[in-house]
């Protein structure tokens, strides 16, 4: 079982979650508004991932681009980026798969086989 965390309006997300279907992967589905991550979850998530802290802002969202955050990330701290990406969700990149021992962001087809062909 893994933890489907998605924005519903999100083409990329409608996609992965219809290969989850497909693939018959058990998963329970959160959505990323209404039920925004916790600044302990994003450091939990973070940390199993391996990925740079920037992959899991969504750098093609409006929010954003209004905040600047294109040039503002690069002089803040981790902390400060995971308290930010905690306050909204709609920075939050998505999908977001968690896994037992992993967690990936954005749907990438064969990633995504191959976490959860293990």
């Known amino acids: 079982m893994v933890l489907f965390v998605e924005y519903p309006k999100c083409s990329t997300c409608q996609k992965a ?4 279907t497909e693939h018959h992967v058990e998963f329970t589905d959160r959505h990323i508004v209404e039920e925004n991550p916790t600044r302990e979850e994003l450091a939990l998530w ?3 991932s391996g990925l740079p802290l920037k992959r899991f802002f969504n750098t093609s969202g409006l929010k954003y681009k209004e905040l600047s955050l294109k040039d ?3 002089s803040m701290t981790e902390e400060e980026q995971l308290t930010l990406l905690s306050t909204d969700g709609m920075l939050v990149k998505r999908p977001v ?3 037992e021992d992993f967690v990936l962001t954005g749907f990438k087809e064969a990633e995504w086989k191959e976490k959860l062909e293990k």
């Not at 979650?17 to 989850?20: D, N, P, Q, R």
């Open 97 to 99: 798969l968690v896994g």
């Open 46 to 48: 973070y940390e199993k």
């Open 72 to 74: 503002k990330l690069p």
């Open 17 to 20: 979650k219809k290969w989850l």
